[in-house]
DNA sequence: TTCTTATTATACCAATCGGTATATAATATG
DNA sequence: CATATTATATACCGATTGGTATAATAAGAA
């Protein structure tokens, strides 16, 4: 792993552990045993090291996501749905840190710094669970404009889940299963009951 | 409405905006048009002032959720659903800056002072909705221990639901009625299909 | 009036904040 | 070899951080 690399790895376990705003740019370089200039060399920025990292991390989560949700019928809701359920999970055990890191920023302040650093990932994410709904109108009946509500719903099912898995102290990688997606993806179509 | 209170209520507010770690106590001085001192007179630090704005705003929350769900019969799941859709959304209204500051703290880092410092409160609810879930073991079979997954479910569609109305720019006060609670309990229980 | 307690302001503290000017190694390219 | 580019360190910048020592003012109680 190259100097670069290191550095953004050691940013995300601090940014991860007490959030962005209260970890210095010092302490980011002394963890990864280079001095400021060479951040400031590599980054222009403390927003700068953040966009990369948020680029990084980001495009891998949503090329998972795109290749979820292609290559099916697209009446499939519940298929799309599964396989949706299934990136996230995968993508939040193997990059546990960045997953938590993303959702503590999705849900800061609207006139945070780093908050409207993260908006075009939150945003491409909804724009694609989104399409999901707007293709299954058919079979879901009469949509109105419900595909967000359903697309932020389906995402706060899923993101909740892994609170509280991750709360429970449990190994994540025990959840890497497709009973786990199904049980997600069930209770969000079908609710409690049943 | 006398100093104390001002400070807080400025104080919140710049909270809300960008978040507590980014105000700094000398701007919440300034914007509450009194000095440093002042404030560390009555809250004897930066801590102790957010202590005392979640001890205040959140013991009216947690006095508004007891009362949704207290004197029914204990069966009576979906009615106290509704009752503590009703409550959270309108303690949501009617401290929405209170609100929305309490779900940015809640996906806070772990290790973040401010986190820390609102785990009590979010403890108590967590408990108060599991109490409900585990009076319904009748109604919805074996839990098998899931109380505290249903009841993480249950509040994440709550606030998830109340964040994207605020982000539509929707006027808050429009969804203060029974039917948004029953759409949000119905869609909790029975899932988008029906 | 005098004493006590509750407020408030001036002025300061060391430490840290994000960021940079400058110089020097190291490496690649001609 | 010489030149250009990449990569790194020393030392510093002004501004702000949370927090405080000290003193003055205001107000209520004796």
């Known amino acids: 792993m190259d100097n670069k690399e290191n550095i953004l790895e050691c940013a995300l376990h601090l940014f991860f552990k007490r959030g962005y705003d209260t970890v210095g740019v010092q302490e980011i370089a002394e963890v990864s045993g280079i001095t400021k200039p060479t951040l400031y060399y590599y980054f222009k920025s403390k927003n700068g090291l953040l966009k990369s990292l948020i680029e990084k991390k980001g495009s891998i989560l949503l090329r998972d996501i795109k290749e979820a949700v ?5 009446g499939d809701v519940q298929g799309k749905l599964l396989h949706l359920a299934r990136a996230y999970i995968d993508f939040g055990v193997k990059e546990e840190e960045f997953y938590f890191f993303m959702l503590s920023l ?8 780093a908050y409207l650093t993260i908006i075009p990932l939150i945003r491409e994410q909804y724009y694609l669970v989104t399409k999901v ?7 879901l009946g009469n949509m109105n404009g419900r595909q967000e509500q359903f697309a932020a719903g389906f995402l706060g099912t899923l993101h909740c889940f892994m ?3 991750s709360e429970k102290g449990i190994e994540m990688q025990t959840i890497r299963n497709d009973a786990t997606a199904y049980a997600i993806v069930h209770q969000f179509l079908h609710g409690i009951y049943s």
Chains 1, 2 share one sequence.
């Open 70 to 74: 292609s290559g099916m019928e697209v």
């Open 106 to 113: 999705m849900y800061s302040p609207r006139e945070n710094e």
């Open 133 to 139: 709904f707007e293709q299954a109108a058919g079979s």
């Open 163 to 165: 609170m509280v898995q």
